[in-house]
């Protein structure tokens, strides 16, 4: 299964911590985190509509992120924020709410990347999936 995501990839993992009523409250720290997961679940969930149900047993992932690049590019890879591993974190969730894999503990192999969005590339991420 091939599914392609537009946006900005945010990242998932991050928290911030609020103390209220003597309580510390946690949350994502990703404001975008919302967004992006609801689009990663809509565009999986389109993908499905050709699939016989979820996928299951052992899973290959592979994942593009093309992140939009600074103003001001200094390096040829994007190696600041966002962390590739939170990254897939928050794209292997949307996969899941969209009932492609039943849990992400399926994916036993794992290849991401992140490069920089260009014009034949735009933000996003591209995945694909392959049963083992």
């Keep these: 299964m091939e599914i392609r995501v537009f946006g900005n990839p945010a990242p998932q993992g991050s928290k911030t911590a609020?103390?209220?009523g003597g309580k510390a409250i946690m949350f994502e720290?990703?404001?975008?985190?919302?967004?992006?997961?609801?689009t990663?679940?809509?565009t999986s969930k389109m993908a499905m509509l050709d699939a016989?149900?979820?996928?299951?047993?052992?899973v290959k992932a592979?994942?593009?992120?093309?992140?939009?690049?600074?103003?001001?590019?200094?390096?040829?890879?994007?190696?600041?924020?966002?962390?590739l591993d939170k990254l897939v974190r928050a794209v292997n969730d949307g996969m899941v709410d969209a009932g492609v894999l039943l849990d992400d503990?399926?994916?036993v192999t794992l290849y991401?990347?992140?490069?920089?969005a260009d014009a034949d590339e735009p933000a996003g991420?591209?995945?694909?999936l392959e049963r083992l």
């Design 18 to 20: 609020v103390v209220r």
């Design 29 to 38: 720290a990703s404001k975008k985190l919302p967004e992006w997961r609801e």
């Design 40 to 42: 990663v679940m809509f």
């Design 52 to 58: 016989d149900g979820p996928i299951e047993g052992p």
């Design 62 to 83: 592979v994942m593009y992120f093309f992140i939009e690049p600074p103003k001001r590019l200094v390096r040829e890879r994007p190696t600041t924020k966002p962390d």
């Design 105 to 107: 503990s399926q994916i």
């Design 112 to 116: 991401a990347h992140k490069h920089y």
């Design 125 to 128: 991420v591209a995945i694909t």
